[in-house]
């Protein structure tokens, strides 16, 4: 599991950095951003995404265990679990903002489309929590061994504890990595929108 998470996070932190670069690299066409984004727009209507989904919903904070370590990764991985609700919130608002549309394909031209600035923003925030996430996946060896160390009568809280973190951090590594993806495709739509 520790190497699947470490893995999954390599791959984040790559995943960024490729894409910041081929934002610089190489604009997009028109075509070629309609259809990445109905692309992006069929994963985010997929059954895993929409089962990760409901699964992140009912993940709930567990009480403290006692062991230092165990607890603070719980407590980070409820502020990572807020924060993906949060984004869960925000990212189709964003997509509709900017398109002019649903994810479902409903028009909406009465909202106001966002700035450059609050995407770039966006998705600066996405990056942050994707590095939560790989320094989260990184704790998870410390607590482990310290869910070994500890008194008999906390082990079993801690291993529960530990384990929704475990959770936590295989569920929102992934939906991070599609809502940067779906940002980023947004700030290039917007800039194509905008040299016209």
């Known amino acids: 599991m520790l190497k699947k998470l470490t893995l999954g996070t390599a791959i984040c932190l790559g995943l960024i950095f490729s894409m910041q670069q081929n934002c610089v690299a190489q604009e997009k066409t028109k075509d070629e951003l309609k259809a990445e984004r109905d692309t992006l727009k069929t994963a985010m209507k997929s059954q895993v995404v929409l089962d990760r989904k409901a699964k992140l919903e009912k993940l709930e904070a567990p009480k403290t265990s006692g062991i230092k370590s165990v607890d603070d990764l719980a407590v980070n991985s409820t502020k990572m679990l807020a924060a993906s609700k949060e984004n869960n919130t925000l990212i189709p608002e964003m ?5 002019g549309e649903t994810i479902d394909g409903v028009t909406d031209v009465t909202v106001k ?15 942050t929590q994707i590095k939560s996430v790989s320094d989260a996946s990184t704790a998870v060896t410390n607590a482990s061994s310290d869910i070994s160390k500890a008194n008999p009568l906390q082990a079993p809280k ?15 590594g992934p939906e991070l ?4 993806k779906i940002v980023n495709n947004l700030i290039a739509t917007l800039k194509s929108a905008n040299n016209n």
Not at 158 to 172: E, F, H, P, R
């Open 95 to 99: 997509y509709k903002r900017t398109i």
């Open 158 to 172: 801690g291993t529960k504890s530990l384990n929704y973190s475990k959770n936590v951090i295989a569920l929102v």
């Open 113 to 127: 489309k966002p700035t450059l600035a609050e995407l770039t923003s966006l998705a600066t925030n996405l990056g």
């Open 177 to 180: 990595q599609l809502n940067l």
